[in-house]
């Protein structure tokens, strides 16, 4: 498995596999990777011949106070990871090959709709970021498709609308959650977690599974339901950043007849902002 840094390098290795009539598939990370990235490799890997990896911790989409510096860089074992995982090509670019004007300069994407509200209002300007960095991904790689995580549930949702938009002819791939066998997804955050706020940490995906079994038994008052799960947080010691009861497709506020319904969640512990989703059927 090769890693390059450069653009020019990528597109060099990149022509020689369309020549040979090859597809690509693309898994856009910022590194630090653990099974669930994986999982969306060997995902890809399912569908393209060759499979690229990317691995840039994107500073455009951290916000001023947020953790870009203590962010993990770990090439190394990701490289080994990747390996194992039959990944062809790593694409590790360093900021400037992405921004080399600066981000103040940089010509952004914006997506509107579902990129407002949940995370896109704790964390303003966030998914600019994502938009902006993924279609330049998009344009630097010129996939057949790409495999992102559910767990990242609007962050999806943006890229969909994305590629929709703006024509993009990528294929959209959505990979399910990993999780530990307590239930908590996997997440690069994970590792920032004290013992204490580790033991803590399964209570998240417990309450949104308790919170759906509600509904499931009929309950359609998504306020009230939102309002006993944000209590039952912050009991077992979050910080609930927010709790929303959403349609699926739209990520507005459900309604009660609503048939696909998702539950995000957003809440910290100590420093750390863990996110999880759950969908169900009505
Ligand atoms: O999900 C992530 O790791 C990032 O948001 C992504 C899609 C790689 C863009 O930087």
Same mark, same amino acid.
């Given at each position: 498995?090769?890693?390059?840094?450069?653009?020019?390098?990528?597109?060099?290795?990149?022509? /020689?596999?369309?020549?040979? /009539?090859?597809?690509?598939?693309?898994?856009?990370?910022?590194?630090?990777?653990?099974?669930?990235?994986?999982? #969306?490799?060997?995902?890809?890997?399912?569908? $393209?011949?060759?499979?690229?990896?990317?691995?840039?911790?994107?500073?455009?989409?951290?916000?001023?106070?947020?953790? #870009?510096?203590?962010?993990?860089?770990?090439?190394?074992?990701?490289?080994?990871?990747?390996? *194992?995982?039959?990944?062809?090509?790593?694409? $590790?670019?360093?900021?400037?090959?992405?921004?080399? *004007?600066?981000?103040?300069?940089?010509?952004?994407?914006?997506?509107?709709?579902?990129?407002?509200?949940?995370?896109?209002?704790?964390?303003?300007?966030?998914?600019?970021?994502? $938009?902006?960095?993924?279609?330049?991904?998009?344009?630097?790689?010129?996939?057949?498709?790409?495999?992102?995580?559910?767990?990242?549930?609007?962050?999806?949702?943006?890229?969909?609308?994305?590629?929709?938009?703006?024509?993009?002819?990528?294929?959209?791939?959505?990979?399910?959650?990993?999780? *530990?066998?307590? /239930? =908590?997804?996997?997440?690069?955050?994970?590792?920032?977690?004290?013992?204490?706020?580790?033991?803590?940490?399964?209570?998240?995906?417990?309450?949104?599974?308790?919170?759906?079994?509600?509904?499931?038994? /009929?309950?359609?008052?998504?306020?009230?339901?939102?309002?006993?799960?944000? $209590?039952?947080?912050?009991?077992?010691?979050?910080?609930?950043?927010?709790?929303?009861?959403?349609?699926?497709?739209?990520?507005?506020?459900?309604?009660?007849?609503?048939?696909?319904?998702?539950?995000?969640?957003?809440?910290?512990?100590?420093?750390?902002?863990?996110?999880?989703? =759950?969908?169900?059927?009505?």
């Amino acid at each position: 498995m090769r890693t390059v840094h450069s653009l020019k390098e990528l597109r060099t290795i990149l022509r /020689g596999y369309r020549q040979q /009539g090859k597809t690509i598939g693309l898994v856009p990370t910022m590194g630090n990777l653990h099974e669930g990235h994986i999982s #969306l490799v060997r995902k890809a890997a399912e569908s $393209a011949d060759v499979v690229v990896t990317s691995i840039f911790v994107n500073p455009m989409q951290f916000g001023a106070h947020e953790d #870009l510096d203590k962010y993990p860089r770990t090439l190394a074992e990701d490289q080994e990871k990747l390996a *194992e995982a039959g990944n062809t090509l790593v694409f $590790a670019p360093p900021v400037e090959e992405v921004y080399p *004007e600066g981000l103040a300069r940089q010509t952004k994407v914006v997506v509107p709709e579902v990129s407002e509200g949940h995370c896109g209002a704790s964390r303003p300007g966030h998914f600019e970021g994502v $938009a902006t960095v993924v279609t330049m991904l998009f344009n630097m790689v010129q996939p057949d498709l790409a495999v992102f995580g559910e767990k990242d549930f609007q962050q999806l949702a943006v890229i969909r609308k994305l590629v929709r938009d703006l024509r993009i002819p990528v294929e959209i791939i959505g990979a399910p959650t990993v999780r *530990e066998d307590d /239930g =908590l997804a996997k997440s690069s955050r994970n590792g920032y977690l004290s013992e204490t706020e580790r033991r803590i940490a399964p209570r998240l995906y417990q309450i949104m599974r308790e919170t759906a079994d509600r509904i499931q038994q /009929g309950r359609t008052d998504y306020p009230a339901l939102e309002q006993e799960a944000s $209590a039952a947080l912050a009991e077992a010691g979050f910080r609930p950043d927010y709790v929303n009861i959403v349609n699926s497709v739209t990520l507005k506020p459900a309604a009660p007849d609503d048939p696909e319904i998702t539950l995000l969640v957003a809440a910290f512990l100590g420093t750390t902002r863990l996110i999880d989703n =759950l969908s169900l059927t009505r």
